[in-house]
């Protein structure tokens, strides 16, 4: 059974820091690439940042560079998202999501949510 269990999540003041982590388990984790998405409500799920199986490539959201910092640990299984300078704008439910496609098939799954809370 594959599960994705996001933690860190919390009610930050604005300017602060979190720091959010993934880990998965039931998944060949180091075959993975990673993301991590938000959707605040009323909002589209939107792609805030990636990093490559390997860890050695990663791609942010116009809207988080410079702030944001996604990285892994591939002994750990695991997937962290350092967020500095947080803004109210950041507020929004943080998901991660694996990926991989193996002899054409997709394998797409999920976490189940943390919340972020930035009050300004």
């Known amino acids: 059974q594959v599960q994705l269990v996001e933690s860190g999540g919390g009610l930050v003041q604005f300017g602060e820091s979190l720091r959010l982590s993934c880990a998965a388990s039931?998944?060949?984790?180091?075959?993975?690439?990673m993301n991590w998405y938000r959707q605040a409500p009323g909002k589209e799920r939107e792609l805030v940042a990636n990093i490559t199986n390997t860890g050695d490539s990663t791609n942010y959201a116009d809207s988080v560079k410079g702030r944001f910092t996604i990285s892994r640990d591939n002994a750990k299984n695991t997937v962290y998202l350092q967020m500095n300078s947080l803004k109210p704008e950041d507020t929004a439910m943080y998901f991660c999501?694996?990926?991989?496609?193996?002899?054409?098939?997709?394998?797409?799954?999920w976490g189940q949510g943390t919340q972020v809370t930035v009050s300004s």
């Open positions: 039931g998944i060949t984790f180091s075959l993975y690439t």
């Open positions: 999501n694996a990926v991989r496609t193996h002899w054409r098939r997709p394998f797409d799954y």
